[in-house]
C-alpha cells in the first residue's frame, strides 16, 4: 500500500486516538518514565511506527496531552467568569466546568493532574494559561469592587489549591462519586476564601 493512499491515511488518523488513551492509561498508571512506546503502541493495537509518525516520542506525545487539556481548562476558565452575572455565580459557573471536563474525561483529567509539576516548566507564564487568566479575573474583581482588596497571586493559588487538592484525593479513591457533585461545596469555599477579611 502506498504511503500516500487515502486507506493507509486513514489507518494512520484511527491510530492516533488509540495511541493517546493507552499511552493515558499507561502514563497515570506507571507513570510518564516507566511507560515505553512499545508498551503504549501494544496496548493501542499499533506498531511503534505507527506511534512515531504521529509524534516524536513519549515525552512529546506526553507534553501534548498535558497541554491539550491545560490550554482547555485556560479557556473554559476565562468563559465561564467572563459571562454576566454574580461573583458567585461566576464562579460557580467555572467550578461546575473544571468539574465536569474532569467527570466527561478522568483519564486525561487526572494524568494532567498528576503531571502539573512534570510539564509546567514547560509553559511558561503567558496571558492565556490558566493561572494567569484566573489572575487577571480575579485582578478585575478587585478593582471593580467585586471582591475585597488583596493579593491577586494568592487568592488564585488558594482557590485553584481547593479544587486541585480534592481532585488529588479523587485520583486516590478518597472523594466518592463524581466530581460535579462537589460544585456547591467548592463554590462556597472559594467564595470564603474571596471574601476573607
Not at 487568592?155 to 472523594?175: C, D
Request: glycine residues 4%; charged residues 25%.
Amino acid at each position: 500500500m502506498p504511503a500516500n493512499s487515502p486507506e493507509r491515511k486513514e489507518r494512520s488518523r484511527n491510530a492516533k486516538p488509540r495511541i493517546e488513551r493507552a499511552a493515558l492509561q499507561l502514563f497515570v498508571d506507571e507513570g510518564v518514565d516507566a511507560a515505553t512506546t512499545r508498551q503504549i503502541a501494544n496496548q493501542a493495537g499499533v506498531s511503534e511506527g505507527a506511534l512515531y509518525r504521529h509524534y516524536k516520542g513519549k515525552d512529546e506525545l506526553a507534553l501534548a496531552l498535558f497541554m491539550e487539556t491545560h490550554n482547555r481548562l485556560g479557556e473554559m476558565l476565562s468563559e465561564a467568569l467572563s459571562q454576566p452575572g454574580t461573583v458567585e455565580e461566576r464562579i460557580h459557573r467555572a467550578v461546575l466546568a473544571y468539574c465536569t471536563l474532569a467527570d466527561k474525561d478522568w483519564l486525561l483529567f487526572s494524568f494532567h493532574l498528576v503531571s502539573l509539576n512534570r510539564f509546567l516548566p514547560h509553559d511558561t507564564r503567558r496571558e492565556n494559561d490558566p493561572v494567569t487568566r484566573f489572575e487577571r479575573i480575579l485582578e478585575a474583581m478587585i478593582a471593580a469592587g467585586e471582591i475585597p482588596e488583596a493579593d491577586p497571586a494568592l487568592l488564585t493559588a488558594m482557590t485553584l489549591g481547593i479544587v486541585m487538592q480534592a481532585a488529588q484525593n479523587k485520583i486516590y479513591n478518597r472523594l466518592p462519586g463524581p466530581f460535579s457533585a462537589h460544585a456547591p461545596a467548592f463554590t462556597r469555599a472559594i467564595l470564603a476564601v474571596l471574601y476573607q477579611k
